[in-house]
C-alpha cells in the first residue's frame, strides 16, 4: 500500500482542507498521514476563523510520520504564516529527500477568503518551490505568484524559474468555456480539458486535485498520466457532488478514479 503525507489546514466542514484530501487518498487507494497546520472555522458559506498550529508541532507531526511509517508522496495545501511554511522547509529537507512533493499554494479559499499573506508566499516561494516535484496554483495565485495573466504556459515556464520543478495551471476560474488546465514540466506543455459543469459544489475542488496527482506520484505514475487521472476524478466527484450546505458545496469523494 501506497502512504501519502498531508501537511494541510482543517476544514470544519469536511469539504476542503485535510478532510477533502484523506477522502481522496481513500479513494485513490492510498494510506493517508497528516500534519495538520491550522484549524478553521468555516462551511460552505466562507471561513469565519482560523487558528494556526504552532510551528514547532507542524515540524512534529511530520518528523513523526516519515521517521516512522514513510510516505510515497508528499502533498501540502494551506500553511497558515511563514513560520508554519519555514517549519514545513525544514521537515522536508531533513526527513523527505527524494519524496515526490505536490505543493498547492493555498492563498485564497473557494469563498473568497485570504487564508495566508504576501509575506508568507514570498517565503513559500524562496523554501518550498526549490523542493517542489509540482506546483498547481489556480488563476489568481498564478496572478499573484508571477503577475502575468493570459498566457498558462509561460506562467508555468516562470513558476519553474521561481524553483518548482513543473506548474500545473488551473483553469476553473475562467468565466466560460471548457475548463483547461496546462500543465509545464520538463516535457513541455500539455493541456487537460473538462466540460464546465453547472454546478455550486465546488468546495475543495484544488485540495482533492493536488491530493489525487499526488497519489498518482506515489504510485510512480508519469506526471501527465496523474494530472489526468485526477482531473478526471474530480470532475466527476463535482458531477456527481451531493449538494450540501447553503454555498459552495462539496464534491462526491467515493466517486471512483478511472484509468
Known amino acids: 500500500m ?8 482543517s476544514d470544519s466542514s469536511g469539504g476542503a482542507g485535510i478532510q477533502a484530501d484523506l477522502k481522496t487518498a481513500c479513494a485513490f487507494g492510498v494510506y493517508g498521514m497528516t500534519a495538520i497546520t491550522a484549524v478553521t472555522v468555516q462551511n460552505t458559506l466562507g471561513v469565519a476563523d482560523f487558528q494556526a498550529i504552532a510551528p514547532d508541532a507542524v515540524y512534529g507531526q511530520i518528523e513523526a510520520c516519515l521517521t516512522d ?22 521537515a522536508l529537507e531533513k526527513f523527505a529527500a527524494g519524496i515526490p512533493f505536490v505543493l498547492d499554494p493555498v492563498m485564497v479559499a473557494t469563498s473568497g477568503d485570504a487564508l495566508i499573506d504576501d509575506a508568507a508566499v514570498e517565503i513559500m516561494v524562496e523554501k518550498l518551490f526549490p523542493l517542489a516535484t509540482l506546483v498547481t496554483p489556480n488563476l489568481p495565485e498564478v496572478e499573484r505568484l508571477t503577475g502575468m495573466t493570459g498566457d498558462a504556459v509561460a506562467a508555468g515556464q516562470r513558476l519553474m524559474e521561481m524553483g518548482a520543478k513543473a506548474a500545473l495551471i488551473k483553469g476553473g476560474h475562467k468565466s466560460d468555456g471548457e475548463i483547461e488546465d496546462v500543465l509545464v514540466w520538463s516535457g513541455g506543455a500539455a493541456i ?18 493536488a491530493s489525487g496527482i499526488a497519489c498518482g506520484l506515489a504510485f510512480e505514475q508519469t506526471l501527465p498520466y496523474a494530472v489526468r487521472r485526477a482531473g478526471d476524478y474530480v470532475h466527476e466527484a463535482i458531477r456527481t457532488a451531493p449538494g450540501f450546505g447553503k454555498g459552495h458545496g462539496p464534491l462526491n469523494h467515493f466517486a471512483k478514479p478511472r484509468g
Open 2 to 9: 501506497k502512504k501519502l503525507l498531508i501537511i494541510a489546514g
Open 69 to 90: 511509517i514513510g510516505a510515497d508522496a508528499i502533498k501540502t495545501g494551506m500553511l497558515a504564516n511563514g513560520a508554519v511554511i519555514e517549519a514545513v522547509a525544514l
Open 192 to 209: 487537460f480539458s473538462h466540460p464546465r459543469l453547472d454546478s455550486r459544489n465546488t468546495h475543495g475542488t484544488g485540495c482533492t486535485l
